[in-house]
């Protein structure tokens, strides 16, 4: 499923792109909706979208800051994304009574929808270059670091103008590694509720076996509703339905929030990636989901708590598989060594731009060992359980929000702060069980690899086992309470000084030793990583000029296409599936395991006509942070809800090839059949049809 | 589809394998009846077959002298097969008129069942092992020709000894390169009458694309009926029916006639076969692929003419690509590097052994080299249309013919001879413009390849351009007369001596030199394979032991598996497909093309049971000539009809991969379900199920 961990980007962030090259190929590229690639739809397609078009397709379309996105589907802020993207909603709006991931959910009414506990959606209002401004406050004395500060000084101060001067979310994205800086202004939503979610069986059929390939047959959607004092919003710019969807060769786009891609990257970059990165990131997320899997065996109840987590954890493992495979791939490696050796060689064939840019590869390459050398004991050092990363955010908080605005960490600034905050006092439910248990793992871990004597681990371990540790701080914590935590908040640095809390007490006393690694980290690594991969990028401007698309940074793109079929294992993958295939896989595994069908697709089978068309394919370039796309034809309607990339799209991250990529999306007829069929919900798929709701 | 083309063998048999270890692995084997896998059906499955099952599945199998299986089904001599087994005989029943191959047929009653032009049906009666006569006709201080003349002269021997005693079709079968000789003798029959047949969109649904893979949606059947003496025969030995088919786990044998393997081959034969062979075999079927489909589209009635051909060519290319990507596949050489050199290793270990069979890796080395080096221009001069073969075997009848038998080729020994004079008089109709296209083409490529001075580019052209050469071989002819043929044949030396037929003057002309190619090819190649190889086999007997099969030589060979799935694609491929799967899967396509299904299937879906198992997939290890087998429980009931293997079964041909090798098969419900509900056929329905016909 292609939605977007954030957690992803902490293993990313050291591994700086640089940009060229495979804009020219065919179908290729996420693009800003600043440069969309009008030539290339000219050339190719003979379609120029208007100003208007790509106004009204940008403000349909919507962030989710869970990982994912969406799109307006109605004048009465109907948003429509995939279950998977709504589900970690689903699951904190559910308990040991009702789970709605697995039975899904349908509000007759508006006085039926659910409030999302923590969702926060972003609309992207407007886009200002404010390269000028940010390239203007760093000096060429500078050391990497000096520029780092220099740079988050800068960011902090514009975003913070725009957010008191329009009251929008904003924020400062950085392309084509730091050769442009971008303040975008976000609409932020945060009343979202529940209309419609399916049985997790239909949304997510097949289930980890068959996610990332096609062909499918998933109806991975979920219906949110926006709501703005406590009334629906006024969507004008939303898409209209289109109950045909798109046929086979015609075009279609994806407008959405792709979350990273590491396509420009040296070659070095890749090694690592490929030699160490990938093996360590899929072997520690196995280990997770051992756990995981382990505990869900308990009971149902267990069972639920984790199931989240271990989609998740299963997501991941195959997206990164795929990825890796990638890598391991020899010709794909092949083409990218020598993309890199052309690019240097050019640049070295120029005295000029030898001396601007040359050394940027070895300086890359030198970051690149010592984030090598370092990342797995960092890894270790990094707590990610629920109730310790509430206590560690907290103390965190404190001390970020003495200093002044432009010099604290990016989530403490005040254009940030209320997103912040909002995801820290969420009342979500908290499962100490399992966080203990990750907790005790994860402390295992990291003693068997820094060994007993390292300070963190005394300092963690205060003469315990890991096991007896994390059960002393999960059962003494207080953390769990969002009260409890907007107490602490509000109390500030004395409140924070004073808590006996334990999981406060070890954040506080792990915050000085954690600052200053991760000083070390900015000084070291993400200083050079930053200048160096910004003078390679430069350097391709220089040498090939500036036609491309930056790697994804999950803000807004627009990607292009065509629907359809592929060469697949031996045959072709068709464009689309039917609900006939649906049955078909079904029935192929006796209706069993990640193959059984909800009880209502059996029990009503005659009413759908099978033909309808259920999932298909398209060119279309995108990745993850890309689940909930809508698919938009030439006219601007809703044609399909991108939901996931097949398996051949995985290596993508580094290298898009038009012959097998493809993105994976429900059909716009399968909706509104199951909606008016088997869902009793005539009424929402009259709001989608533009009938008056 | 996983039918045998008897041209194959053509070039194939200088390749000649040696034997050993992959016997132990699982499911590995197509096991002859006197040697069937008890011991590995035992420990693996806890079930061994009793000698009467044995006997019972034996005497119910049928070899198609087309190049393919089958099996008696009823009492009263109904043969189910492949339709592309039938697929030769359909067409040259066919005409103009009526397409058999395209629209099927369905005989209501006995009367009107068509008989076919020239099948030949065999079923094995009885096996004898006649190694120590044959090994006692040799000594050792011949020479290698001198070892195949008389080798020649006791199997001809034993042969007509055999038919005289019996009246029974007499083989002599070599297995393990010549380390085993057993006399196999066939019941045989040849009129065989065509009873159904489904459109061809159906039994090749999917067409060239979907050929070769698996999820499929074939039912691909033909049933024919085997008279003797104007009647039904008895089939006493058939196969019970079982609606029910085989459920996923389900252990299941197959009973068929494997056309050849390669297995055992040293590694110095496959790298002849990965460098050389195979890349210009497929670009020569590539070749004539295009010319035959340049052809077809000069109208319906030249795409008629040209669509077995055609289909013929794209099986056979698909299937030799996959064997070829066997051979590409390092890992797949690496293990057949690291097989030969361990078995060399010991040979050599071992002082004995070294002496007694050390050299023949050598020789075995020479004698491909040779191969390789004359093989291109030998195919130059092998001229494979209809019109001129049948010209040369009355040449080459009238020549043998005058021999003693054991001195004969084969096919002109007492034994064969009927069978090779049902095939030459053969009442089929020939296309003189698609023979004088093709004639035309490889006159054409022969020129190309040998040069105009080439004493055979002289002789066939005789000063003509290759077109205008085919073109008054062809219209000059009456080869196409099945009286003719046999006028001449009868006639003898003498007729033969007179004719002014110009393909039989050619012939003429061409059989010295051909005789004498032939003879230099046994001294120097075919001789030296067959004591080389022998040797090799020899060699694996006394390091592993004799607990293995030999490679597929078109003889009756029993395989086992189990009914499961496998990993595909990043997913899991189901045990089985369903009806659902077949409409999903042409609507998927909009019902267009290879996808479009006949007319019966859109107007009467409704009838059908959608959930009904269409195709399933076992682990049984088959290959091309197993088109037709029966899929058999441990009862000895029929539960599916073989017609394929999956595109990872290809590389079988050189080693057999439980992970994902699958023999694909129609399940036995979905005959049944489509006879009695689209065919209006209960009458042979019933006649499958056991109500008296």
Same mark, same amino acid.
């Given at each position: 499923?292609?939605?977007?961990?954030?957690?992803?980007?902490?293993?990313?962030?050291?591994?700086?792109?640089?940009?060229?090259?495979?804009?020219?190929?065919?179908?290729?590229?996420?693009?800003?909706?600043?440069?969309?690639?009008?030539?290339?739809?000219?050339?190719?397609?003979?379609?120029?979208?208007?100003?208007?078009?790509?106004?009204?397709?940008?403000?349909?379309?919507?962030?989710?800051?869970?990982?994912?996105?969406?799109?307006?589907?109605?004048?009465?802020?109907?948003?429509?994304?995939?279950?998977?993207?709504?589900?970690?909603?689903?699951?904190?709006?559910?308990?040991?009574?009702?789970?709605?991931?697995?039975?899904?959910?349908?509000?007759?009414?508006?006085?039926?929808?659910?409030?999302?506990?923590?969702?926060?959606?972003?609309?992207?209002?407007?886009?200002?270059?404010?390269?000028?401004?940010?390239?203007?406050?760093?000096?060429?004395?500078?050391? *990497?670091?000096?520029?780092?500060?220099?740079?988050?000084?800068?960011?902090?101060?514009?975003?913070?103008?725009?957010?008191?001067?329009?009251?929008?979310?904003?924020?400062?994205?950085?392309?084509?590694?730091?050769?442009?800086?971008?303040?975008?202004?976000?609409?932020?939503?945060?009343?979202?509720?529940?209309?419609?979610?399916?049985?997790?069986?239909?949304?997510?059929?097949?289930?980890?076996?068959?996610?990332?390939?096609?062909?499918?047959? =998933?109806?991975?959607?979920?219906?949110?509703?926006?709501?703005?004092?406590?009334?629906?919003?006024?969507?004008?710019?939303?898409?209209?339905?289109?109950?045909?969807?798109?046929?086979?060769?015609?075009?279609?786009?994806?407008?959405?929030?792709?979350?990273?891609?590491?396509?420009?990257?040296?070659?070095?970059?890749?090694?690592?990636?490929?030699?160490?990165?990938?093996?360590?990131?899929?072997?520690?997320?196995?280990?997770?989901?051992?756990?995981?899997?382990?505990?869900?065996?308990?009971?149902?109840?267990?069972?639920?708590?984790?199931?989240?987590?271990?989609?998740?954890?299963?997501?991941?493992?195959?997206?990164?598989?795929?990825?890796?495979?990638?890598?391991? =791939?020899?010709?794909?490696?092949?083409?990218?060594?020598?993309?890199?050796?052309?690019?240097?060689?050019?640049?070295?064939?120029?005295?000029?731009?030898?001396?601007?840019?040359?050394?940027?590869?070895?300086?890359?390459?030198?970051?690149?060992?010592?984030?090598?050398?370092?990342?797995?004991?960092?890894?270790?050092?990094?707590?990610?359980?629920?109730?310790?990363?509430?206590?560690?955010?907290?103390?965190?908080?404190?001390?970020?929000?003495?200093?002044?605005?432009?010099?604290?960490?990016?989530?403490?600034?005040?254009?940030?702060?209320?997103?912040?905050?909002?995801?820290?006092?969420?009342?979500?439910?908290?499962?100490?069980?399992?966080?203990?248990?990750?907790?005790?793992?994860?402390?295992? !871990?990291?003693?068997?690899?820094?060994?007993?004597?390292?300070?963190?681990?005394?300092?963690?371990?205060?003469?315990?086992?890991?096991?007896?540790?994390?059960?002393?701080?999960?059962?003494?914590?207080?953390?769990?309470? *969002?009260?409890?935590?907007?107490?602490?908040?509000?109390?500030? !640095?004395?409140?924070?000084?004073?808590?006996?809390?334990?999981?406060?007490?070890?954040?506080?006393?792990?915050?000085?030793?954690?600052?200053?690694?991760?000083?070390?980290?900015?000084?070291?690594?993400?200083?050079?990583?930053?200048?160096?991969?910004?003078?390679?990028?430069?350097?391709?401007?220089?040498?090939?000029?500036?036609?491309?698309?930056?790697?994804?940074?999950?803000?807004?793109?627009?990607?292009?296409?065509?629907?359809?079929?592929?060469?697949?294992?031996?045959?072709?993958? *068709?464009?689309?599936?039917?609900?006939?295939?649906?049955?078909?896989?079904?029935?192929?595994?006796?209706?069993?395991?990640?193959?059984?069908?909800?009880?209502?697709?059996? =029990?009503?089978?005659?009413?759908?006509?099978?033909?309808? *068309?259920?999932?298909?394919?398209?060119?279309?370039?995108?990745?993850?942070?890309?689940?909930?796309?809508?698919?938009?034809?030439?006219?601007?309607?809703?044609?399909?809800?991108?939901? =996931?990339?097949?398996?051949?799209?995985?290596?993508?991250?580094?290298?898009?090839?038009?012959?097998?990529?493809?993105?994976?999306?429900?059909?716009?007829?399968?909706?509104?059949?199951?909606?008016?069929?088997?869902?009793?919900?005539?009424?929402?798929?009259?709001?989608?049809?533009?009938?008056?709701?």
């Amino acid at each position: 499923m292609f939605c977007h961990s954030r957690k992803g980007l902490v293993w990313r962030i050291a591994l700086v792109a640089c940009l060229g090259f495979s804009a020219m190929r065919a179908d290729d590229g996420m693009w800003t909706f600043d440069n969309p690639p009008l030539k290339q739809l000219k050339e190719r397609y003979g379609f120029v979208p208007t100003q208007e078009w790509l106004d009204h397709v940008r403000l349909a379309s919507v962030r989710f800051m869970d990982g994912g996105s969406g799109a307006f589907v109605s004048p009465n802020g109907l948003v429509l994304t995939n279950h998977h993207v709504a589900r970690g909603q689903l699951q904190k709006m559910s308990s040991k009574q009702k789970d709605y991931v697995a039975d899904g959910f349908y509000a007759r009414t508006m006085q039926e929808e659910i409030k999302c506990p923590d969702l926060e959606l972003n609309v992207l209002v407007s886009m200002e270059d404010v390269t000028a401004r940010v390239h203007g406050a760093i000096t060429s004395d500078m050391s *990497p670091k000096q520029a780092l500060d220099a740079r988050k000084a800068i960011t902090a101060r514009i975003s913070k103008e725009a957010k008191e001067k329009t009251g929008l979310r904003a924020d400062i994205v950085s392309l084509y590694q730091g050769n442009e800086y971008w303040l975008y202004c976000y609409k932020k939503y945060t009343d979202v509720r529940l209309v419609m979610a399916p049985e997790m069986g239909i949304a997510f059929f097949g289930g980890d076996a068959d996610n990332f390939t096609f062909p499918r047959h =998933d109806i991975d959607m979920t219906f949110f509703r926006v709501y703005e004092d406590g009334k629906p919003v006024a969507s004008r710019h939303y898409l209209h339905w289109n109950n045909k969807g798109a046929g086979d060769g015609e075009l279609v786009f994806v407008s959405g929030h792709p979350g990273s891609t590491n396509r420009l990257q040296t070659y070095d970059q890749l090694l690592l990636q490929r030699d160490q990165t990938y093996p360590e990131r899929i072997k520690g997320l196995q280990r997770r989901l051992m756990l995981l899997r382990d505990y869900a065996k308990g009971g149902t109840e267990q069972a639920r708590q984790a199931s989240n987590q271990i989609f998740g954890l299963e997501n991941s493992i195959k997206a990164l598989s795929g990825e890796y495979a990638g890598l391991l =791939d020899k010709e794909l490696m092949a083409k990218k060594a020598a993309e890199d050796k052309n690019l240097r060689d050019r640049v070295n064939a120029d005295p000029q731009l030898k001396e601007k840019y040359g050394w940027a590869w070895d300086s890359l390459r030198a970051a690149v060992n010592r984030d090598g050398a370092t990342a797995k004991a960092r890894g270790y050092k990094s707590i990610k359980v629920k109730l310790y990363t509430f206590a560690s955010q907290l103390v965190q908080a404190a001390e970020e929000l003495k200093k002044p605005n432009g010099e604290r960490l990016s989530q403490y600034q005040d254009a940030n702060l209320e997103s912040t905050k909002f995801r820290l006092f969420s009342p979500a439910p908290v499962y100490p069980g399992l966080d203990e248990l990750r907790l005790a793992d994860a402390l295992q !871990e990291a003693l068997d690899g820094l060994g007993a004597d390292d300070p963190f681990i005394k300092t963690v371990l205060d003469g315990k086992s890991p096991a007896e540790a994390a059960r002393a701080l999960v059962e003494g914590t207080k953390m769990g309470d *969002p009260a409890v935590r907007r107490k602490l908040f509000d109390g500030g !640095e004395n409140a924070i000084a004073a808590s006996t809390d334990p999981m406060v007490v070890l954040a506080r006393r792990l915050a000085p030793t954690a600052k200053k690694e991760r000083e070390w980290s900015e000084r070291h690594i993400a200083g050079i990583t930053a200048r160096a991969g910004e003078k390679v990028a430069e350097a391709r401007f220089a040498v090939y000029g500036k036609n491309t698309n930056p790697d994804a940074t999950f803000t807004l793109r627009l990607s292009y296409g065509t629907v359809t079929g592929y060469p697949m294992n031996g045959t072709v993958a *068709p464009p689309k599936t039917t609900f006939f295939g649906l049955f078909d896989r079904a029935y192929s595994f006796d209706n069993k395991g990640a193959y059984k069908l909800p009880q209502r697709y059996v =029990d009503n089978m005659s009413r759908l006509d099978l033909s309808t *068309p259920l999932d298909f394919v398209s060119t279309c370039d995108i990745i993850g942070g890309n689940s909930g796309s809508p698919v938009i034809n030439t006219k601007g309607e809703y044609v399909g809800l991108i939901f =996931d990339g097949n398996i051949e799209s995985l290596p993508g991250r580094f290298l898009y090839s038009e012959t097998t990529n493809r993105a994976v999306a429900v059909h716009s007829a399968a909706i509104v059949e199951v909606l008016r069929k088997l869902y009793d919900a005539g009424v929402l798929a009259d709001e989608l049809e533009g009938n008056v709701l």
